[in-house]
Structure formats: C-alpha cells, structure tokens
Nanobody
Framework: VQLQASGGGLVQAGGSLRLSCAASGRTFSMYAAGWFRQAPSKEREFVAGIYWSGGSTYYADSVKGRFTISRDNAKNTVYLQMNSLKPEDTAVYYC????????????????WGQGTLVTVSS
C-alpha cells in the first residue's frame, strides 16, 4: 500500500482544514487507517484512527470534538477534517495504514505517507 497525504497549509487559529490521504492498492478498504502528527522536537503522536468499515473511530483527547476522521473506501481515501484549529496543532501530519488494527503507537503501523505540514498562526 502506498499513501499520499495532502491538504496541509497555513491557517489562522479558529480556522479549518481538511487533510486527505489517497491510497493505492485494492485491499486498502480492509485496512485500519490513521493520522499522526509530529511537531518540531516532539515525538510522533496519535491523532485519530478508523477501522475499515468506518464504524469505529478513535481520537486523541487533544483533538476530540474538533477533528473528524472519515473514509471513502470507493475512492481509497481517508480524510481528517480539522476545525477550531489552535497554534498547538501545528505539526507535520502523517497518514498511516495497518492490516490489523488501530493503535496509538506509531511503531505498530505498517504503512506511512510522506506527511503534510499544517501551520496554525495565532
């Protein structure tokens, strides 16, 4: 599976962005998918995850109520809608896929996209 993340950019605090992660591979619809982020000098951290059916979603406490993960299996694409953005959301955002499950540990994921930069100005 190859993943291509896009949609990052510069936005003011309180604004919104939608990230997309396009996947190659006919079996992607059976994979768990997720978003992580990494700010300068910080560890890569879990943001959100979703199982293949889209029925189960998981979020980091820091983004609950503001971010929404979704997927369109017909388009092999996962989305991260980010609302009410804060300066502390500034980071490179990575999408990931796993054959088995959603994990909050980045080390457990099988495939990674290249990252897209989100900058939130105050």
């Amino acid at each position: 599976v190859q993943l291509q993340a896009s949609g990052g950019g510069l936005v003011q605090a309180g604004g919104s962005l939608r990230l997309s992660c396009a996947a190659s591979g006919r079996t992607f619809s059976m994979y768990a998918a997720g978003w992580f982020r990494q700010a300068p000098s910080k560890e890569r951290e879990f943001v959100a995850g979703i199982y293949w059916s889209g029925g189960s979603t998981y979020y980091a406490d820091s983004v609950k109520g503001r971010f929404t993960i979704s997927r369109d299996n017909a388009k092999n694409t996962v989305y991260l809608q980010m609302n009410s953005l804060k300066p502390e959301d500034t980071a490179v955002y990575y999408c990931a896929a796993d054959r088995n499950r959603v994990s909050t540990s980045w080390m457990q994921w099988d495939y990674w996209g290249q990252g897209t930069l989100v900058t939130v100005s105050s």
